[in-house]
């Protein structure tokens, strides 16, 4: 299936492992001139340097001047991003009794704030031109909130709707917004929760790792690139007319529909 993305313009967000990178590398493969963003300026060069069309920007999403650095750079190098990926680092595990103001702050501006100011940034030309597209990685804990996550699951679910009330503003303008929720991804962010819980719970990692398991139909973690299909179809020219949507690629671990 062509994608329709050859000589479109993306800039991803936190794309220099796990995740982000293989959504990069998904977009690239499509033709996608690709901006790769992180705070690892050798990594994010590593990358950009395997990829057809691509530059590296050391940007970190986190501070003041990150999105406008992400956003200005792309602009230099390509013109406005036609595809914007939000993604970035979750907070800290946690639970909900014990939540604090600072705790808070920093939430939101890992999940939101952030990504509401790159979101202003591109959205305007992508208007004018008719055609863009804004895909944000979630959390299944959107669809069913995950335990000692809170932080989490309150920042990611404030963005889903803020997201979901953008789509229906911008779908004809031929702008689509949507969510690609992931479950249990094989990265080093899935890593730390599974550690950060068998600390919680007193059990060694490989027990924990085995319960979470034991919970996913498929009974494994998923492929980061296996992410990153999905994410490059939601992007894509077939994908117009699905906007306002959030599709879990999860394995089966939500139950409900």
Known sequence: MDLGLSGRTALVCSST???????????????????????????????????????AVEANLLSENGPAEM???????????DVLVLNGPGP????????EDADLDVALDA?????????SQALPSMRERGWGRILA?????????????ALSNLGR????GYLKTLAAEVAADGVTVNLLLPG???????????????????????????????TIPAGRYGRP???????????????????????????GLVRNL
Request: proline letters at 6%; hydrophobic letters at 50%; one cysteine or more.
């Open 17 to 55: 492992a796990g995740i982000g990178e293989a959504i990069a590398r998904a977009l690239a493969a499509e033709g996608a001139q690709t901006v790769v963003c992180g705070r690892r300026a050798h990594r994010a060069k590593e990358i950009a340097a395997e990829l057809p069309s691509a530059i």
């Open 71 to 81: 956003f200005e750079a792309t602009v230099a190098a390509f013109g406005p991003p």
């Open 92 to 99: 800290r595990p946690a639970p909900a009794v014990g939540v």
């Open 111 to 119: 999940t939101l704030r952030q990504h509401i100011r790159l979101v």
């Open 137 to 149: 990685v979630g959390s299944s804990g959107i669809a069913a909130p995950l335990p000692n996550l």
């Open 157 to 160: 679910a404030a963005l889903a």
């Open 184 to 214: 249990r991804i094989e990265t080093d962010r899935t890593a730390a929760v599974d550690a950060a819980n068998a600390e919680r719970t007193g059990r060694a990692v490989a027990e924990v790792r085995q319960a979470s398991l034991a």
């Open 225 to 251: 690139a296996e992410f990153a299909a999905a994410a490059a179809f939601l992007c894509g020219e077939p994908a117009s007319y699905i906007t306002g949507t959030a599709l879990r690629c999860d394995g």
